[in-house]
């Protein structure tokens, strides 16, 4: 599949939406919103991250179509990638692709990262990416609704 990167349209969001709610998608994200059914949380989140300057969310496209979204976020010096690939497209590289196209746009390092510890697919994501794991972290993960272990990584160099 050819993937690529675009701005977000307005009409991406109704898919980030659906994806969020994917309770499977969710539970192996695990840091995600309290309540992703808030419809108006969810439209102040997107409205923020368009907005915000330092902020860089993109659209995931696999042949033209929407299938999630990745983004570098955070202040100087502690920035951080997200990504989020829709469920059904897990598995097939899509998010080395996206996430190796937005490094590719962000030239600042270190980059940081975090996924949760049982989170086998992210983090070796991140690993082919070139993250590496640089400490560990307890948090409570609201899409388990219990605290979890969580992997933080680092991509050094340029």
Not at 11 to 23: A, G, I, T, Y
Not at 82 to 95: H, Q, V
Not at 112 to 117: I, L, S, T, W
Not at 128 to 136: D, L, M, Q, V, Y
């Amino acid at each position: 599949m050819d993937v690529s990167l675009r701005e977000v349209h307005d009409s991406d969001l109704p898919v980030f939406f659906r994806q969020m709610n994917d309770p499977e998608s969710a539970h192996m994200a695990a840091f995600t919103p309290k309540d992703p059914g808030d419809m108006d949380r969810f439209d102040a989140h997107w409205k923020k991250m368009r907005t915000s300057p330092g902020v860089d969310v993109r659209t995931v496209l696999a042949d033209g179509d929407v299938v999630g979204s990745a983004a570098v976020y955070g202040e100087p010096g502690e920035r951080e990638v997200t990504y989020w690939i829709d469920r059904a497209y897990w598995g097939r590289g899509l998010a080395t692709a996206a996430l190796r196209e937005l490094l590719a746009l962000i030239p600042e390092r270190p980059l940081y990262a975090r996924a949760a510890a049982d989170n086998a697919g992210s983090r070796r994501v991140l690993a082919k990416c070139g993250f590496r794991e640089s400490a560990r972290e307890r948090g409570f993960a609201a899409a388990r609704g219990a605290e979890i272990d969580e992997v933080v990584l680092v991509l050094d160099g340029g």
